[in-house]
């Protein structure tokens, strides 16, 4: 079956500009997760759906990072005025519940360069 | 000091050899411990998990958990060029879902 996808693969920007960044789960996985992983580091935690509603977005680094998910299916991380340091591998995850242990899927990322 | 820490690499081996990679951590609330592995320009994929602490084999593979150490170990036998790739450790607490990950070490099996 279809796995975790993401689009684009590629985005280049200029510092200041709006991206978007979409992650199609895969079917019927009710909890979907946004990572950042920068060069040369492991992903990090940014935040946390369970259908529609962000249960946890505690890991967005600041008021410019925001993320929908309006029909509990597909959802848009959203980047206002970005900056350099917003460069980075932006990795969504799904899995099919949060009780003990479920595995998280990755899809291939969205790498974002920020000129 | 980061709660999951990870020898980088690169780590070059000849085709055949036995892989050893590690991490250790720092918080003891961790239950699940797991191994990805991440091929260049795609997302982790999930190669073992452990609950707990002991080991677990799978394959080639052996995952083995240390609590009173707080070290994990992967253990790769009769290497392949196709196992090179970033293999990142990751860890979680009962009932939680953020996974906290280690930062990775290349690995790069020679033929």
């Known amino acids: 079956g279809a796995g975790v996808s993401q689009t684009p693969s590629n985005k280049v920007t200029e510092k200041g500009k709006y991206v978007e960044l979409r992650c199609d789960p895969i079917?019927?996985?009710?909890?979907l997760y946004w990572y950042r992983q920068s060069l040369g580091q492991g992903p990090e935690f940014l935040i946390y759906?369970?259908?529609?509603?962000?249960?946890?977005d505690s890991g967005l680094p600041n008021d410019r990072f925001f993320a929908v998910r309006p029909e509990g299916s597909v959802s848009t991380l959203k980047i206002q005025r970005t900056e350099r340091g917003d460069s980075a591998v932006y990795l969504c995850?799904?899995?099919?519940?949060?009780?003990?242990?479920?595995?998280?899927?990755f899809g291939p990322g969205t790498r974002l360069t920020v000129l | 000091q980061k709660e999951v820490e990870q020898d980088p690499g690169p780590l070059s081996v000849p085709e055949g050899a036995i892989v050893s990679l590690n991490c250790t951590y720092s918080n003891s609330a961790f239950q699940y411990f797991m191994w990805y592995r991440q091929y260049s320009r795609k997302g982790p994929e999930l190669l073992m998990y452990t609950y707990s602490s002991g080991n677990k084999e799978d394959g080639r593979f052996t995952a083995q958990v240390d609590n009173s150490s707080k070290y994990i170990s992967l253990f790769i036998r009769d290497s392949q060029p196709s196992d090179s790739a970033t293999y990142l450790c990751a860890m979680l607490m009962d009932s939680s879902y953020k996974l906290i990950f280690g930062s990775g070490t290349r690995l790069l099996v020679r033929p």
């Open positions: 759906f369970q259908g529609t509603g962000a249960a946890d």
């Open positions: 995850a799904s899995s099919s519940g949060t009780l003990s242990y479920n595995e998280q899927f």
């Open positions: 079917s019927g996985h009710t909890a």
